[in-house]
T-cell receptor, first 115, second 115 residues
Framework: AQKITQTQPGMFVQEKEAVTLDCTYD???????LFWYKQPSSGEMIFLIY??????QNATEGRYSLNFQPARKSANLVISASQLGDSAMYFC????????????FGGGTRLMVKP | ETGVTQTPRHLVMGMTNKKSLKCEQH?????MYWYKQSAKKPLELMFV???????ENNSVPSRFSPECPNSSHLFLHLHTLQPEDSALYLC??????????????FGPGTRLTVL
């Protein structure tokens, strides 16, 4: 069975600094996809970044980058130059490519950016 | 409207009531999903529809009944719920139910409280 673990229930970061949110996963399948979503207090899940298990390079999207280490089964999200608007819940999710498009989510990390 | 919309945004109901949650996507997607997000628990997939056919039901109690009349609309019919069913119910859609990079787009959710 797939499992996603986010070990940091809450984190603080100073505005303009970088922060890393941890995500580890467990799967025996070599083909999978990893997603990060942001959930502000409004409730909507906002897609941030995607990493495929066969992708040669780590994914980047603006201030977001994914530190993908398949040997360690980790896919940590790095947010550079934190902004106050980055304060939210962040969820890591995995899609097992042989099981359609169904996602398994981690428990989330609450990020709080301090001015 | 654009994206994925959900109505109502907030719902309070008694255990004997019958109500329905509505989700509509304006993205031309073929797959739609219902998720349940309870406090202190990971996001749980409830139902998946692909081209209006149900492809996944993660052992959800029968008091939750989904309906997908077309690829743009998804309903969740509720009856005789329990207080532990109080949660944020999120709807999502994606271009398909398979494929390599098949991002799910989420709606804002319905905050359900069962008294």
């Amino acid at each position: 069975a797939q499992k996603i673990t986010q070990t940091q229930p809450g984190m603080f970061v100073q505005e303009k600094e970088a922060v890393t949110l941890d995500c580890t996963y467990d799967t025996s399948d070599p083909s999978y996809g990893l997603f990060w979503y942001k959930q502000p207090s409004s409730g909507e899940m906002i897609f941030l970044i995607y990493q495929g298990s066969y992708d040669q390079q780590n994914a980047t999207e603006g201030r977001y980058s994914l530190n993908f280490q398949p040997a360690r089964k980790s896919a940590n999200l790095v947010i550079s130059a934190s902004q106050l608007g980055d304060s939210a819940m962040y969820f890591c999710a995995m899609r097992h490519n042989n099981a359609g498009n169904m996602l398994t989510f981690g428990g989330g990390t609450r990020l709080m950016v301090k001015p | 409207e654009t994206g994925v919309t959900q109505t109502p945004r907030h719902l309070v109901m008694g255990m004997t009531n019958k109500k329905s949650l509505k989700c509509e996507q304006h993205l031309g997607h073929n797959a739609m999903y219902w998720y349940k997000q309870s406090a202190k628990k990971p996001l749980e997939l409830m139902f998946v529809y692909s081209l209006e056919e149900r492809v996944e039901n993660n052992s959800v109690p029968s008091r939750f009944s989904p309906e997908c009349p077309n690829s743009s609309h998804l309903f969740l019919h509720l009856h005789t719920l329990q207080p532990e069913d109080s949660a944020l119910y999120l709807c999502a859609s994606s271009p398909g139910a398979g494929g390599r990079y098949n991002e799910q787009f989420f709606g804002p959710g319905t905050r359900l409280t069962v008294l």
